[in-house]
């Protein structure tokens, strides 16, 4: 019974759109498992901290020399979870475990937030077209982890704020405890569910406050505004856990380099506020080469207003009926059955937050169009249901077969999403083999750097090969050039004075600067290459490659593996007399 009742709360209206759903949603998933190397950024960054942070439990680890483990830090716990799984499985299977993982945990967290909110769970199919979303095209697998604890969060602060419900001890532990988690995961996601938080359970306390005050007079107001806040505030304080630690680890880390929190030169810019709207989905996914995600994305949108606009034509006619039949509107009229009433607050909320919020932000990049996907959740959240309502009068009104086509249309819209991110990921690793196979053959434990032209792929956009060194330090347990064991905010760092010399121009987004002679490349000998675009892939373009990447050094360079257009080579012995 009780196994029933939890498999209950994943499903939807009926059978087939709840097989519509998950499998949409697993398609998506799987398509993970359908490439060796993923297609989001800086996930190879994480993985291979996650590596090292494995490493470095070992205290004679060599790693101990140039590295520390401290996850007393706001962007660690996807390194904990990964570098924990990998003593069981392969450092690569246990990151995509923890990515999988996390959209399917986010894709059942909003059909339990849509049940606890008493909204149509089937609302959550338009939500499919950005789980895979822009933060995780761009590998951000901390945030993508936290969302998912944060929407759950979210669940149960929606059950705490029903003021119809008995208080639950147990609600409370748990929206203590995962905001707790959701801090150790991003602060970003905490300071989303806090301000998410605070407007779910602020509405969800007044409106089955003010449905059971249905019958009362109007002086009851102040009372329910009372009871609202002591309901709201109530729900809330269990938070203060997670905020508290965000804030001890904020002032621990400005502490040790106040210049981290900063970007003197973009801090605060976004965009004009007519292109975050016009290219929202571009903010909101921007994944693929050929724009489809954003297509279909689009198209959950236009449901959701077509839907919204249906509804309003629907309640205008009802009141002119009523104002037609008699001179006061019913009673009916002013308060929508229970739990049928669309809650606003989220998707205002987050439309400001994403309007108002700008691109870099306390030193950080890509923070507004991270809000996209949270913009989506709230308006799948709003979206009234295209069901016919009581009408006093025989009046035309939408056909319960109109609503259920509605239902199946956003259904197999999220399908075909879903089939077409296993698509682009299957093809991102037919055009990844040969990437894959050239880190196969190379030596364990080295340090390496990669010098990659044109990193973007015909499958997915955003440079997504761009810090392949990390592929091959968390296969081969190596170290790698630019890694962010440089940054404050993650677990694994680099010692004081342990980081080599950083170069004058750096290569990692632009490989025509490598310098093989400069001090910060004699640290990595290991170079991986990926030639441009134009250059012939067979063995025969080996001295063109070798002019390419190492100038007068061409012939000093050792051979290590070619797989198509991804070359490696060993660099060791060169001089370091570089002007970089």
Known sequence: MRKTRWLG???????????????????????????????????????????????LQDASAPEQAHYELDYFTYNGLFHLVVGTLSTFVPIELAGRVVVAGSLLATSAGVVALLRALRRPAWHATLFTPILFSFSLGW??????????????????????????????????????????????AHVLAMLVLCVAAAVVASEVAWRESATADANAPRATIPRRLYRTAVRTTHVLLPLVVGCAFCIAVYHRQYAWNPDVYRDSTLEGTAPPLWEKLVYFSAFATDLYSDASDQLFLWASIAIIACVALAAAVRVSRRRDEERRLSSEPSAASNDAPRGTAPLLGLFLAMAIAYFATPMVLIGTHLIFPRLAQWLMLGAVVAMPSPSPSPSPSPSPSPSPRWAGRVQYAAAVLGLVAGANAFAHCAFFGRETRDASAMLDDLPPGRAATAVIWDPWTESFRNGTLTHLAAYYAARKHGTWAFS??????????????????????????????????????????????????????????????????????????RLLSHHGAYWAFDSAGLPEDGTL
């Open 9 to 55: 709360l994943f499903a939807l209206e009926s059978r087939p759109l709840t097989i519509l759903y998950w499998a949409a949603v697993g398609l998506v998933v799987g398509g993970f498992f359908a490439t060796r190397l993923l297609p989001c950024v800086d996930y190879p960054q994480h993985l291979g901290l996650s590596d090292l942070a494995r490493r």
């Open 139 to 184: 590998g951000f697998v901390n945030y993508v982890l936290a969302t998912a604890i944060a929407v759950w969060a979210l669940v149960f602060v929606a059950r705490a704020a029903d003021p119809l419900l008995a208080p639950s001890a147990r609600n409370l532990i748990a929206i203590g405890s995962l905001g707790l988690i959701c801090a150790f």
């Open 484 to 557: 962010f064991a440089r940054y404050l905010s993650v677990p694994v760092r680099f010692k004081p004075g342990a980081t080599p010399p950083w170069p004058a121009r750096g290569w990692e987004f632009s490989a025509e600067d490598y310098d093989a002679r400069c001090k910060y490349a004699r640290a990595f000998p290991l170079v991986i290459v990926k030639t441009p675009d134009d250059l012939p892939t067979d063995a025969g373009s080996e001295p063109r490659v070798r002019s390419l990447v190492f100038r007068e050094d061409a012939n000093a360079v």
